[in-house]
């Protein structure tokens, strides 16, 4: 599959694919007889697994160690190392996510009581001076 393809397949550019390549985040793509990338399964695994792991915050320097790490010859250390990169990457997503399950629930709740609280303003029950601490109330709405 030529470069143009696997970048519409993947939603990069094709300079995205060059740049991945020449600095090492996927490996070198085979080429056919007149020049052009050719680029197959394993080719494809590799762009996929980029794309996917720089969306989730991981480090170009990391992947770049990554695939260095997979073009070394099968000795379990370098098997344990690539399996700590992605192990560092899924407990910092984990990180963000419980993160996000907090904000998402604030959220919510803002959702939720909109209309509730703009009536008590509107009513004079809730003030500047006397309105909720969202902050105190987080732990509370997240667990």
Known sequence: MNS?????MFGLSVDTLRYYERIGVIPPVNRDENGYRNYQTHDLNWV???????SAGLPIESLIEFTALAGLSGTQNVAEAQK???NNQLQEMD??????KKIRAILQYK???YDEHLDKFKSGELTLENVEKLWEMKHSLAD
């Open 48 to 54: 996929f697994l980029a794309k996917s792991l720089r």
């Open 4 to 8: 143009k393809k696997v970048a519409d």
């Open 111 to 113: 959702v939720d009581t």
């Open 95 to 100: 990180k963000k996510m419980a993160e996000m």
């Open 84 to 86: 700590q990169i992605l």
